[in-house]
């Protein structure tokens, strides 16, 4: 398995390399898609992509939690997690292309 990291600017190369945009406005529309589902998530707390997925926000609660390696004990405050459930096409088109 090959992991692959990709980077805002790596994204705006290839709009700007398969679509022809130009890197300012590649760039513009990566940057505005990314605090559109930072904005909906904090106001809805749900977002949900149509043949994509869906982006929710669960909150997790206080725990106690243990330094492995040095054995203190230290109390997580709760916080928000964003989860990501995929959507049937998304896991469909994933799981036919395992198979080619």
Same mark, same amino acid.
């Given at each position: 398995?090959?992991?692959? +990291?990709?980077?805002?600017? /790596?994204?705006? +190369? ?6 022809? &945009?130009?890197?300012?406005?590649? #760039? ?5 898609? &990314? ?7 904090? =106001? #809805? ?21 243990? =330094?492995?390696?040095?054995? #203190?004990?230290? !109390?997580?405050?709760?916080? =928000?997690? !964003? ?6 096409? &998304?896991? /469909? &088109?994933? =799981?036919? +292309?395992? #198979?080619?």
């Amino acid at each position: 398995m090959t992991r692959i +990291n990709l980077t805002k600017k /790596d994204l705006v +190369n290839l709009i700007y390399m398969q679509i022809g &945009f130009s890197k300012k406005i590649s #760039e513009s529309l990566i940057e505005d898609f &990314f605090d559109l589902i930072v904005q909906n998530l904090k =106001n #809805e707390k749900i977002l949900k992509l149509s043949k994509f997925g869906t982006f929710s926000i669960r909150q997790k609660k206080t725990r106690v939690g243990r =330094n492995p390696r040095t054995k #203190e004990i230290k !109390v997580i405050s709760e916080r =928000n997690v !964003v989860l990501f459930k995929p959507s049937k096409e &998304f896991k /469909d &088109f994933v =799981n036919l +292309n395992d #198979e080619q």
